[in-house]
């Protein structure tokens, strides 16, 4: 899964894609180089990101949502929390739904349940704003298992089925720099769901901060995290490096071939 923030304030990439042509050459960049997802964010979710109005997301994902579809063949998840923007990134062919809210917010069950896409549900531990002050955990692993058991109740009570779920443990959400890489280390205990995963990593602060490397330097990290990621079971690996990790993977995939 690419990522294709159109934020200007985004932690890696903010204001690089905010113009539809620049855009559009990344989406084809990257399905050159191996994306089969493309993930488009209007709202910048990392620590202390600012709230965006439901008219200013629409007005950013919208429009490039309609281009990469009369462009490209490329599936396309939006990532929003708001109910209006889900419905309108549906009417306009949207693949997937990725949601770091998990559905939570006014309207989003209920958009979800008129349409048969997947939705990508995601662990966060409060708010971007506030999530990285000091999240605490009774059990790390044991607490996300029971939030995701939640929400597929609640998805499956509004009619949502199982079958349209994808579970994402929210690396960078509420979660100190140890706990993202137990986290990690326990990744396919989250197999037990017999769900996609999603693992997005990619130029994140945890690996900023244990390798002491500013987000333009931490290629080597993400595609590390990302290979682990794979070995513990996931299914969609969210990315901004797609041609390296592509590469990656690929080595990973052809040595599995050969394990006894």
Known sequence: ???????????SDGGKYTQIDAALA????????GASII??????TRPGAVDVSVKDEIA???????AIKQRFTIKVSIDTSKASVMAESIEHQADIINDVR???????LAVMSQTNLPICLMH???LPRTMQAAPQYDDLINDIHTFFKERIAHCNAHGITTDRIILDPGFGFGKTLEQN???LAQLSTFKNFNLPILAGLSRKSMIGNLLNRDVDERLAGSI???VIAAQQGANIIRVHDVKETVDALKVLETVNKFKR
């Open 1 to 11: 899964m690419g990522i294709l923030n159109i934020t200007p304030d985004s932690f």
């Open 124 to 126: 966060m531990q409060g």
């Open 60 to 66: 950013r994902v919208i429009p490039l949502l309609k």
């Open 26 to 33: 990344q989406v084809e960049s990257m399905i050159e180089d």
């Open 39 to 44: 993930d488009i964010g209007g709202e910048s």
């Open 102 to 108: 998990a559905l939570q917010n006014e309207g989003c």
């Open 181 to 183: 890489y137990e986290l």
């Open 224 to 226: 590390t995290t990302a």
